[in-house]
Each structure stands twice: as structure tokens, then as C-alpha cells.
């Protein structure tokens, strides 16, 4: 009986399974958006402002975890070895920034928006400008990413054309987004974290307990080999790469200065996140908002400490299978990812094997990042009806993110643009219409950059986090923790931080400004570590400029005396 | 809720946001990044310690601070009695 039911969940196949689960979670998604539709502005930016800190921690780490973690982190780490610490400390140190350093002020200040808060703080519609701005720039870096992942999981496992895949996605996100607002993605995006950390565990669960006989994968990567008893998993790994001619795995091969300075943007980039930061606005106290940083992180961890494992997992198993293999015998997975052009062989040597090894003139394999998250499942022969769920974890993440940041930029717009600059008389029912009418605008731009990729896509969306820690992040902390902070000083360190950071990037990464290689770099920084240097020039240029024009307003100062105490927050109001 | 109340209120709170951001910054950028090659000198179980750090150790260190934090704080809150 066992037999026959597990032949019959073999029969169904990995397409039947992926239209089945995905089917499933997407009619949720779809079901909680009908409940939880939002009525007022208040809904729409900020669901209510009466969100459980538990609720407030699960949506926020769905929010979080986009494509990039979900598909993308993981073959990362898999592929630079002990250098992808860098996004494992960098996404969740910030965290801790945004714990103790800005999240409960910022929700005793209370206002729906981040440029809402700069606004207010620096007494000038110049910096709600400007932050419009940062906020519109990180965002739509961040999203274009985001609708990118949802086509890629759709080509590869519905075996449609990825840019139908696009639009399934936009119109899923539209639907919910436009309709709930805040509130809706609130609590879709609590679905979303549930579906997306049981596909992510799931598989790397079994995958650990085949491997090393741990089903605790956090401690299966440091455990022994089941095959090789008395070997353990990461020595072996340390072998088979430097047998092959690459680093070894636990070393790396960045500078020191590098990784930290990476660490470091990507880190203060997380605290300064619009779509992140807003999260703290809905919940109904300060303490809550505390509180809810904590379970988000803790809830983050789950995933960000598996990550890694996985990570070992799936480059250990990769090696095994494709290393001097003959290419007539490769498994069907192979073929699959082959087709959609994320694995490449070229037989250079004509011996009808594969060589994968780390010198460029004789590798004759080459394997997106991306895939290894999506296809480890399938290298370690696991059942279909995994491969599926992972499916529908990778388009849980990139949905929620999409949806978070599109609230982002849809609020940006109606409410910090339109209310509050253009025309501040529009009514209740007007801005309400004017915000999901820019989340529709927003959701097409989304999805024509997710159709037709600019080639600096993937390359901006780590920069994104450079852009947010040199603009926002100097600004809220001054804001916070320096009274005499004043609007002369923080409009010019936050134009300079982002000038100075887009230069950098576009220098470096599209070769303007007479471009540059490697050895260009100043102090051997990255640009994906830059953002660190333009926020410490923020930081600089703001308090220079600030000794030098007059103080703020008393009534100012008197506001951010009152944020500092975490009673009578009331709710978020205009 | 007196002026001088909320001052050592503020007081307190910056003096445990600086011990925390202390190990913050000790068990990432310093056992993660800074004292990794002579951590990895040392191993539990397969792990390098350096390496440990760096992808597991430094990640539960902060879920820890932030919840220490919490606790913290509403404590605070309470002694000051700022805790509506």
C-alpha cells in the first residue's frame, strides 16, 4: 500500500507537482488579499498601525528574504566558499542596527514613510525630496530583481516562456498589492514565510541526512561524511577544490579590506532599506517594534544559517557528479538547466568529458549561481514533490519582496509626493486612489525591466544596499541621535553620499568616468563595498556643514527629545 | 516624566545600545573577519572556528543581542515608568 501510494506520488511528475503547489499557494495569497482588502490610507501605508509584533517579525522576514536569498545566496556562498560570510553577516548584522539604533524611534515618531520622516525631521520639503528620490532609486533597482526570479522559476519548472512567467507574477502582485495594500501583503506576506522557509528546510533537511546522517543541517556541514566515516564534509570540500585549482573553500580569496568593507555596506545598507524600515510603522507600540526586529531576525536565521550548509551540500554534490564525467552520461537535470542556458559545456579538449576546474583556458563548465539552489534537490535525488515545493518557496520570496517594495514606491508617490508636495488638499478617497494607481504604474515598470533585464540588473541590486547606506542611513541615525543635527547638513551629506556612490558604481560598473579594472580600485574597495566609504563621507559632510550654518528650530529639537521616550506613540497619522 | 527623567533614560539606553554594538562588532567584523586566520588555527567538530564565525557563530550572536536588548529595555521602561 505504501508502495503503490509512493509510485503514485512518483507518477505525478515534477510539472504536475509545480502546478499543483503553486496553484495552491498562490490561491491563498489570492484568498487573504479578498479578506484583507484596505479601506483607508492608514490600511494602505501601514495596515492599521495595529499589527502583532509575531505577525509584524513573520512579514518582515518574508519581506526580507527575497529571490536573491531564496535562490541566488546559497550557489553564491556555494561558489566563493568562506568570502560569502560577506552576505551572511552583512544581511543580518543589520538587524541588530536596525534593532537598537532606528526601528523604535522611528515608530514612536510615527509617520508612514521614511522620506516622511526625513521631511519632518529636517523641516524641508528639499530633503523629502531627495529621500523621494533614494527611496524610488533603491527601490526600483531592487524590485526589477525580484519579477527577474519569478520568470526564472516559471520558464524552468512550468516550462513556459519566462517573460509569461513575468506577467503571471504581476498580475498575482498587482492583484494583492493594489487591492490590500499594506494590509494584504501584511498578511500574505505571512503565508509567504511559512511556504518559503518550509521549501527552503525541507530539502536541505533531507539532504543533510543522506550526506552526514545530521538532520540538523546547521551542524550536518561541520559533521563527518556518511560514505567516508572519520572525513569530514568540509575537508573533503577543502580537497576536491583545491584538487580542481580553486581556494580552499573555508578561505576565500577577497582582501580583508574588501569583506569588510562589503560586510559593512550591506549591513548599514539592510538599516536603511525603505521596504524594511516601513515594516516598524504598523505595529502599535515601541516595544513591539523591538520586539519585532528580534523575531525577524531569529526567523531570518533559520534560513541565513542554512544557507550556508546548503551551500556545501550542493557544491560537494555538484563536483562529484559533473567532475570527469563523460557528457553522454550526465543526469537528466544537466540537460534540463542546459536548455535554459544556466549551464553552458563546451568540449574543449574533444574527450567527450567534463572538466571543472578554476583555470579559465581548460574549464569547460559553466554554472549560474543561481541554479544551485533550484537544482540541488534534483543533483541529490530527492522526490519530485520537493523539486516542486521548491518552486513555490523561490516564488513565495520574490513575491513578497516584489509586493514590499512596490508599496515602497507606490507610497513614495502618492503620499510623499502628491500629499505632501504637490497638492496637500487631496482628499482621503483621492490619495487612496492616487497610491494604487502608482502600484500599478509601479507593478508594469516592474515587470517590463523584469521582461527586458537592463545588463546592469543583477549587478545593481547588491548596490542597491550601497545606495541605501550612503544616502538614508547617515540621515535617520543623525536624526535620531544628534539634536543639532540640521537640514543644511543632512540634505548635502545625503546628495553627496549617493553622488559619490553612483559614480563609483557606474565607473566601475559600466565603465563610465574612463571606467576601470580590479586594480583601480580605491583602497581596493568594490564597489559592492563602497557604499561603506560614501557613508562615512555622508557622515563627514553632514556634520562639517552642519558646525558651519545655524541650528535647528527649537520645536524640532523638542521633537526629537519626544522620540526618545518610548510612551504615547498613539498611531501612525498623516 | 520629568525633563531629567527622560535625560537618564536616554542615558541608560545609550550606555546598553554601546555594550551590545561592542559584541556586535566582536563576533563579526572581529572573529568573523579580522581574527579569522588565527581562529581557524582551532576546530569544533569539521568547523574551522574563523569560518564558523563568519557563516553560523556571528548570525546567532545577533539574534541573541537584539532579544537581550528587548529584555533589557522593558525593563528600563518599567524603572522609568515609561511602560504604557
Not at chain 1, 521596504?275 to 523591538?290: E, L, P, Q, S, W
Not at chain 1, 515602497?408 to 482628499?427: E, G
Not at chain 2, 579569522?36 to 557563530?57: C, R, S
Request: proline share 3%; aromatic share 14%; with cysteine.
Amino acid at each position: 500500500m505504501v508502495m503503490m501510494y509512493s509510485l503514485f506520488l512518483e507518477g505525478i511528475g515534477i510539472q504536475n507537482w509545480t502546478y499543483i503547489l503553486v496553484g495552491i499557494t498562490f490561491s491563498i495569497y489570492i484568498g487573504i488579499a479578498i479578506w484583507s482588502r484596505a479601506s483607508s490610507t492608514k490600511e494602505f501605508y501601514v495596515a492599521g498601525g495595529g499589527v502583532s509584533p509575531l505577525a509584524n517579525g513573520m512579514a518582515t522576514a518574508a519581506d526580507w528574504m527575497s529571490a536573491a536569498s531564496f535562490i541566488s545566496m546559497a550557489g553564491i556562498i556555494s561558489f566563493a566558499g568562506y568570502d560569502g560570510a560577506v552576505y551572511l553577516m552583512g544581511w543580518t548584522g543589520g538587524y541588530v542596527l536596525l534593532a537598537l539604533l532606528l526601528a523604535p524611534y522611528l515608530r514612536k515618531f510615527g509617520k508612514f514613510t521614511v522620506p516622511d520622516f526625513i521631511g519632518d525631521r529636517y523641516y524641508s520639503n528639499t530633503a523629502r525630496f531627495v529621500a523621494v528620490f533614494c527611496a524610488l532609486l533603491v527601490s526600483f533597482t531592487y524590485v526589477a530583481g525580484q519579477m527577474r526570479g519569478v520568470g526564472l522559476v516559471f520558464s524552468r519548472f512550468l516550462e513556459v516562456d519566462i517573460n509569461t512567467g513575468v506577467i503571471i507574477g504581476m498580475i498575482i502582485v498587482l492583484f494583492y498589492a493594489v487591492l490590500g495594500g499594506m494590509k494584504g501583503i501584511t498578511y500574505t506576506q505571512v503565508a509567504q514565510y511559512c511556504v518559503l522557509i518550509f521549501a527552503f528546510m525541507v530539502p536541505a533537511i533531507f539532504i543533510s541526512i543522506q550526506m552526514t546522517g545530521n538532520p540538523i543541517p546547521q551542524l550536518g556541514f561541520g559533521g563527518e561524511l556518511v560514505d567516508e566515516p572519520g572525513i569530514y564534509l568540509l575537508d573533503k570540500l577543502d580537497g576536491l577544490s583545491t584538487d580542481l585549482g580553486f581556494a580552499e573553500y573555508t578561505e576565500g580569496s577577497k582582501s580583508l579590506i574588501d569583506v569588510f568593507a562589503i560586510t559593512l555596506a550591506l549591513m548599514v545598507g539592510t538599516a536603511g532599506l525603505p521596504h524594511v524600515i516601513v515594516r516598524f510603522f504598523t505595529v502599535k507600540r515601541v516595544k513591539d517594534a523591538r520586539k519585532s526586529a528580534g523575531i525577524a531576525l531569529l526567523l531570518i536565521a533559520v534560513l541565513y544559517t542554512t544557507a550556508p550548509a546548503v551551500a556545501v551540500f550542493a557544491r560537494t554534490n555538484m563536483i562529484e557528479t559533473v567532475s570527469n564525467q563523460p557528457y553522454n552520461s550526465v543526469p537528466d537535470w544537466f540537460k534540463k538547466w542546459e536548455a535554459t542556458g544556466l549551464i553552458e559545456y563546451f568540449d574543449k579538449n574533444n574527450d567527450g568529458l567534463i572538466q571543472y576546474v578554476a583555470d579559465e583556458k581548460n574549464n569547460e563548465l559553466i554554472v549560474d549561481n543561481d541554479i544551485m539552489v533550484l537544482a540541488n534537490p534534483e543533483i541529490a535525488k530527492l522526490p519530485n514533490w520537493i523539486i516542486a515545493l521548491v518552486a513555490a518557496g523561490a516564488l513565495a520570496a520574490a513575491l513578497s519582496t516584489a509586493a514590499g517594495l512596490l508599496l515602497v514606491i507606490s507610497s513614495s508617490v502618492s503620499h510623499d509626493l502628491i500629499k505632501k508636495m504637490i497638492n496637500p488638499n487631496i482628499t482621503e478617497t483621492g490619495e487612496l486612489l492616487a497610491a494604487r494607481l502608482s502600484a500599478v504604474v509601479a507593478v508594469c515598470v516592474a515587470g517590463y525591466f523584469g521582461i527586458n533585464p537592463p545588463g546592469f540588473v543583477a549587478a545593481t541590486v547588491a548596490l542597491a544596499f550601497g545606495l541605501a547606506a550612503a544616502s538614508f542611513f547617515p540621515a535617520i541615525i543623525l536624526g535620531i541621535f544628534y539634536k543639532k543635527m540640521n537640514k543644511e547638513g543632512a540634505v548635502t551629506g545625503m546628495i553627496i553620499g549617493v553622488l559619490l556612490m553612483l559614480f563609483y558604481m557606474t565607473k566601475f560598473k559600466f565603465g563610465w568616468f574612463g571606467g576601470g579594472t580590479k586594480d583601480d580600485w580605491w583602497l581596493g574597495i568594490s564597489p559592492e563595498g563602497f557604499g561603506s566609504v560614501a557613508m562615512i563621507l555622508n557622515f563627514i559632510v553632514s556634520l562639517t556643514i552642519m558646525k558651519l550654518t545655524k541650528e535647528p528650530p527649537k520645536s524640532v529639537q523638542e521633537i526629537v527629545e519626544n522620540i526618545r521616550i518610548p510612551i504615547d506613540a498613539g498611531k501612525a497619522t498623516h | 516624566m520629568t525633563k531629567s527623567n527622560a535625560k537618564s533614560y536616554w542615558k541608560e539606553n545609550i550606555r546598553y545600545v554601546l555594550i551590545l554594538m561592542f559584541f556586535w562588532f566582536l563576533v563579526s567584523f572581529g572573529a568573523g573577519i579580522l581574527f579569522k586566520d588565527f581562529l581557524n588555527e582551532f576546530k569544533i567538530g569539521g568547523f574551522k572556528l574563523g569560518f564558523w564565525f563568519a557563516q553560523q557563530g556571528s548570525i546567532y550572536v545577533f539574534v541573541i543581542l537584539i532579544f537581550i536588548y528587548v529584555h533589557l529595555m522593558n525593563k528600563l521602561d518599567k524603572k522609568y515608568g515609561y511602560d504604557v
